[in-house]
């Protein structure tokens, strides 16, 4: 019922699906237990458990999720008392994101050998888009003149995605290339049908291979070195903001670390 009530409020089929593996996990842990008779100690065991394995980062996606799931529950009558209103988050370590360096980024171009993969690497760099965002892209999205896309977001939110006159080149190149009515904006090679999110994953670390960068490269790495990117070349945290699609700057501000010359560039300016 609560996975129900989360589609009926326009929550994604991706969120939905990690919804219900946390369900899974949980009731895996507290075994066949009627969720009136669920007390604070069954959730702290099963988080402590996890935290023997996880990163506090994944412990904390699962509390939030109880919280969320109990918080439901007890809202809709079907417990008198939450027992995860308790519950507080771990302290998590702050990590700067990975970035590519401008050189990796060229190594990672000069390693492209189809009109796929530059059309890949240059869209998910242009428009720092989301994987999920770009394995969701149709041909019909693009508007050519404006260099200009629509996509779904996070929590169902649309914004409008930009990319640059490189980026225009080579998915006009690819899509001049194939033969296929499919109308996924990126397709499989044979029996074309819309690339998955894994098969995307494997592109980009084929090319990487191909470049011989040493840097785990990935899509969400592209999506950090846009946002680095637009920051180093001045671009206000506020318009970054817009332009990833994040509901709070705070995200923003993790993603967005200035390079080393650049806050040489900024201190010599303002001391």
Same mark, same amino acid.
């Given at each position: 019922?609560?996975?129900?009530?989360?589609?009926?409020?326009?929550?994604?089929?991706?969120?939905?699906?990690?919804?219900?593996?946390?369900?899974?996990?949980?009731?895996?842990?507290?075994?066949?237990?009627?969720?009136?008779?669920?007390?604070?100690?069954?959730?702290?065991?099963?988080?402590?458990?996890?935290?023997?394995?996880?990163?506090?980062?994944?412990?904390?996606?699962?509390?939030?999720?109880?919280?969320?799931?109990?918080?439901?529950?007890?809202?809709?009558?079907?417990?008198?008392?939450?027992?995860?209103?308790?519950?507080?988050?771990?302290?998590?370590?702050?990590?700067?994101?990975?970035?590519?360096?401008?050189?990796?980024?060229?190594?990672?171009?000069?390693?492209?050998?189809?009109?796929?993969?530059?059309?890949?690497?240059?869209?998910?760099?242009?428009?720092?888009?989301?994987?999920?965002?770009?394995?969701?892209?149709?041909?019909?999205?693009?508007?050519?003149?404006?260099?200009?896309?629509?996509?779904?977001?996070?929590?169902?939110?649309?914004?409008?995605?930009?990319?640059?006159?490189?980026?225009?080149?080579?998915?006009?190149?690819?899509?001049?290339?194939?033969?296929?009515?499919?109308?996924?904006?990126?397709?499989?090679?044979? #029996?074309? !049908?819309? +690339?998955?999110?894994?098969?995307?994953? @494997?592109? *980009?670390? &084929?090319?990487?291979?191909? %470049?011989? $960068?040493?840097?785990?490269?990935?899509?969400?790495?592209?999506?950090?070195?846009? #946002?680095? !990117?637009? +920051?180093?070349?001045?671009?206000?945290? @506020?318009? *970054?903001? &817009?332009?990833?699609?994040? %509901?709070? $700057?705070?995200?923003?501000?993790?993603?967005?670390?200035?390079?080393?010359?650049?806050?040489?560039?900024?201190?010599?300016?303002?001391?």
């Amino acid at each position: 019922m609560y996975l129900k009530d989360k589609q009926l409020l326009g929550y994604s089929k991706y969120t939905l699906k990690a919804y219900k593996i946390q369900v899974n996990l949980l009731i895996r842990s507290i075994g066949d237990k009627n969720i009136e008779n669920i007390e604070l100690t069954d959730l702290k065991e099963y988080l402590f458990e996890a935290s023997q394995y996880l990163k506090p980062s994944s412990v904390n996606h699962r509390q939030r999720f109880i919280r969320s799931l109990f918080s439901w529950a007890h809202s809709e009558g079907f417990i008198t008392k939450n027992p995860a209103h308790k519950l507080r988050e771990m302290k998590e370590p702050q990590r700067i994101p990975r970035v590519l360096s401008e050189e990796n980024l060229e190594m990672l171009r000069e390693g492209c050998e189809s009109a796929r993969e530059h059309a890949l690497v240059e869209i998910f760099f242009a428009s720092g888009c989301r994987l999920s965002e770009v394995t969701s892209l149709n041909k019909d999205c693009i508007n050519w003149e404006r260099r200009t896309f629509i996509v779904n977001g996070k929590g169902s939110k649309e914004r409008e995605c930009y990319f640059t006159v490189r980026a225009m080149i080579w998915l006009k190149k690819y899509l001049n290339s194939r033969k296929d009515n499919d109308m996924a904006l990126f397709v499989t090679e044979r #029996a074309p !049908h819309r +690339l998955s999110k894994e098969r995307i994953r @494997e592109i *980009i670390k &084929e090319i990487a291979k191909k %470049s011989n $960068i040493d840097t785990n490269v990935y899509p969400h790495i592209l999506r950090g070195s846009y #946002a680095t !990117h637009l +920051l180093n070349n001045g671009a206000p945290l @506020e318009v *970054i903001q &817009e332009f990833l699609g994040h %509901s709070k $700057i705070e995200t923003t501000r993790i993603y967005c670390q200035l390079s080393g010359e650049r806050r040489r560039e900024l201190y010599r300016k303002y001391m």
